[in-house]
C-alpha cells in the first residue's frame, strides 16, 4: 500500500490502532501526539525498534513489507502545530493521501458529566479539541493534499442522540461532523465520517466496548476502498464495512 497517512491523536486507542493497521499494509504513516515521549514511544513500537519488543515482521507475514513510522509532537488546538506537522510530512513522504483526525478529549467520565454540570474552562477545550482542532487539522492539511486524498473524521451515536453525562463531548461531535459535511463540499478530497460504534478506549472506558484493534480495519477500509459517493460528506460504519467486506 504506497501511502502517506497522517493521524493526529495517534498514541493510544483508535488512532494507535489505526497506525499500526496500516503500518502492517506497507503505508507510511506520521503520527502525533500532544505527548511527545509517547510519540517516540509509539513511533518506535511501529517501526519494531523496541518499543513493543516486536521486530518489523514478527506476528505478520514474513513475506509482507511493512510500512513506516514517523511522528511529531502535535497539539491540535495549536493550528502553528499542525501547519508545521504537515509541512514535515510532505517534505518526508511527499503529498498526504489519508488524513485521520482522531485527537480528542474528554473532560471526566463518559456518562458521568452532566451538560448542567460542565464549567466553561471545560466546555471550551473540549470545543477547542474535539472540533476546532478537526477544522484546524484538515484546514492545515490541504496544501498538502494528494490527488484522491481523503479526510476521516471519527464519531458515534453520542452526535445525534441525547444521553446523559456526555456533557460537552457530545456537543464536539456534532460540531466535528458539521466541519466534516463543510470540507466535504468544497474540497476536491473526499472528507467523510466513521463510525466505529462504542470502543474501550481512554475516553470512553466501556469494558464492554469493541477492542480498537478490531474496528482499525474499519478505517482502512473507509480510507481506500469505500465508495467515496458514500464516504463524502456522509457517514460510514460497522454495517456498510460489514456489508463490503463479507
Known amino acids: 500500500m504506497d501511502l502517506t497517512v497522517a493521524i493526529t491523536g495517534a498514541t493510544s486507542g483508535i488512532g494507535r490502532a489505526v497506525a499500526e493497521a496500516f503500518v502492517d499494509?506497507?503505508?507510511?504513516?506520521?503520527?502525533?501526539g500532544r505527548d511527545g515521549g509517547a510519540v517516540d514511544r509509539t513511533v518506535a513500537a511501529l517501526n519494531g525498534d523496541g518499543g513493543d519488543g516486536e521486530t518489523p515482521n514478527e506476528g505478520g507475514d514474513g513475506d509482507a513489507e511493512r510500512g513506516t513510522a514517523w511522528g511529531d509532537r502535535v497539539d491540535v488546538r495549536d493550528e502553528f502545530d499542525l501547519e508545521r506537522f504537515f509541512e514535515r510530512v510532505a517534505r518526508e513522504a511527499g503529498p498526504v493521501d489519508v488524513v485521520f483526525a482522531n485527537a480528542g478529549v474528554f473532560h471526566g467520565a463518559p456518562g458521568e458529566r452532566p451538560t448542567t454540570e460542565v464549567t466553561y474552562a471545560d466546555y471550551d477545550d473540549t470545543m477547542r479539541t474535539n472540533a476546532r482542532g478537526v477544522?484546524?487539522?484538515?484546514?492545515?492539511?490541504?496544501?498538502?493534499?494528494?490527488?484522491?486524498?481523503?479526510?476521516?473524521?471519527?464519531?458515534?451515536?453520542?452526535?445525534?442522540?441525547?444521553?446523559?453525562?456526555?456533557?460537552?463531548?457530545?456537543v464536539s461531535k456534532a460540531a466535528a461532523e458539521a466541519v466534516a459535511r463543510g470540507f466535504a463540499a468544497d474540497l476536491s478530497a473526499t472528507v467523510g465520517v466513521v463510525d466505529p460504534g462504542l470502543v474501550a478506549t481512554d475516553l470512553t472506558g466501556k469494558e464492554r466496548a469493541r477492542d480498537p484493534e478490531s474496528v482499525a480495519p474499519l478505517f482502512v477500509w473507509a480510507a481506500t476502498e469505500a465508495p467515496a459517493e458514500d464516504l463524502n460528506g456522509g457517514r460510514v460504519g460497522l454495517r456498510e464495512w460489514k456489508t463490503a467486506t463479507r
Not at 499494509?25 to 502525533?32: I, Y
Open 25 to 32: 499494509e506497507g503505508a507510511f504513516v506520521a503520527v502525533s
Open 135 to 170: 477544522f484546524a487539522t484538515i484546514s492545515e492539511a490541504v496544501p498538502h493534499l494528494a490527488d484522491g486524498a481523503r479526510v476521516l473524521v471519527p464519531s458515534g451515536a453520542v452526535a445525534a442522540e441525547s444521553k446523559p453525562g456526555m456533557g460537552a463531548y457530545a
